[in-house]
């Protein structure tokens, strides 16, 4: 298979491909791209839970860039115990009671939202819903201003568009993007060291263990990462939805009549279409998987996207069951790193969902408007989705 059909694969359906490596590959490395894949659900759960061994720090990070890399000293890319303090710091403002208290605010920007588009039979999905509530939503966390939320898409767009499967070769577009979104969190951090707000920010600003507090690289790879996952993921998931449930047009009917539904159908699009397909580790010491010898400081690539279609986990894996039991997908990750996010991700999707619910009969995907992938190789979602409603 070429290069170009293999990535068009990867954006598109790489189902087929998750499953014939499962079955025939296990553990493949890829002699092009010089990475280690994983594809097994156990596998790639040891790969990311084990940081002893499968590390979440680049051999080539360079800690001293600051603000010209937001994300160099990020949970996200951090072990113990340096990911132990920095999740419990953030911890204490990120709170499961803060996310919950946005429930009021969000529900009430998707009533805007869905309210702005009542004489519209059919609209982009994304454009109109799935991207702009995210996007507002961190921005009100953080405090940012209205004016500025356009410049956030384009920042996180290009994190998340411009990850390369293969040798680390400078990105004029992403060195330019961490220095202006670098620039940009520090002018903010500063304005609230100066004059705090009831914002994520400020509350990060004032977290405190044993009289540690976050230092402004530490803010800045937070700041950048809530803005990058936040907004990918939750945007991802929600156009994932609309196209597993329009696949399965059942489900529209089962959830008004079966409300009570919704939350375990988000888990199973979560587990059925992984907004997020894969996760970089490099390991620490030589390591075995599936009979395979993968050497110190190689690069490894655990695929969620094809754990969460195993069938010796999940039965009937290939089948969308929206009153699937026992969903343990590893879709928001797994261990340590577990993402902070989740919650929120969920509470938005679950308004959303329920939204539409009150409003619609069903929402499906337009019959001659085609929808267009996220290019990137490592989330899953689209970056275009014309759909059509149909009222209740």
């Known amino acids: 298979m070429s290069s170009d059909r293999f990535m068009l694969d990867l954006y598109t359906n790489p189902y087929p491909w998750y499953a014939a490596m499962r079955e025939q590959s296990p553990v493949l490395y890829d002699q092009q791209r010089h990475i280690w894949n994983v594809f097994c659900y156990a596998d790639v759960k040891r790969v990311l839970s084990d940081p002893a061994i499968f590390s979440s720090e680049s051999p080539l990070r360079n800690r001293s860039a600051g603000a010209q890399n937001v994300f160099a000293v990020s949970m996200i890319n951090s072990d113990p115990p340096l990911h132990r303090s920095l999740r419990a710091l953030v911890s204490q403002a990120f709170t499961p009671r803060m996310v919950q208290n946005l429930a009021p605010r969000i529900a009430a920007l998707i009533a805007e939202m869905l309210d702005a588009l009542t004489d519209q039979p059919s609209f982009d999905c994304i454009d109109a819903l799935a991207y702009p509530l995210p996007v507002m939503v961190i921005a009100e966390m953080l405090g940012i201003p209205v004016e500025d939320r356009a410049q956030f898409k384009k920042w996180s767009d290009v994190f998340v568009s411009e990850v390369n499967l293969g040798p680390r070769v400078p990105n004029p577009e992403m060195q330019q993007a961490n220095r202006e979104l670098g620039a940009y969190f520090a002018s903010i951090i500063a304005q609230r060291r100066k004059e705090p707000r009831n914002d994520l920010i400020s509350a990060l600003l004032e977290a405190e263990i044993n009289g540690q507090y976050l230092t402004q690289q530490e803010l800045l790879g937070f700041c950048a990462l809530l803005l990058v996952a ?163």
């Open 230 to 392: 936040g907004n990918e993921t939750t945007t991802n998931l929600l156009g994932n939805l609309i196209v597993t449930f329009d696949e399965h047009p059942e489900v529209w009917d089962a959830l008004h009549a079966e409300p009570a539904l919704v939350d375990s159908a988000i888990e199973e699009v979560l587990r059925y279409r992984s907004p997020v397909k894969a996760m970089f580790r490099f390991t620490r010491e030589d390591v075995e998987l599936q009979g395979q010898l993968i050497p110190s400081n190689s690069m490894v690539l655990a695929w969620i996207g094809s754990a969460n279609r195993d069938e010796t986990v999940f039965p009937q894996a290939q089948q969308f069951d929206p009153r699937r039991a026992g969903n343990q997908h590893i879709a928001f990750g797994y261990g340590i790193h577990y993402c902070l996010g989740a919650p929120l991700a969920r509470l938005e999707t679950k308004l959303v969902l329920e939204a539409l619910l009150q409003r619609y009969h069903s929402v499906r995907c337009h019959p001659t408007l085609p929808a267009e992938p996220v290019q990137s190789p490592i989330t899953f979602g689209l970056s275009k989705l014309p759909v059509q409603v149909r009222p209740l």
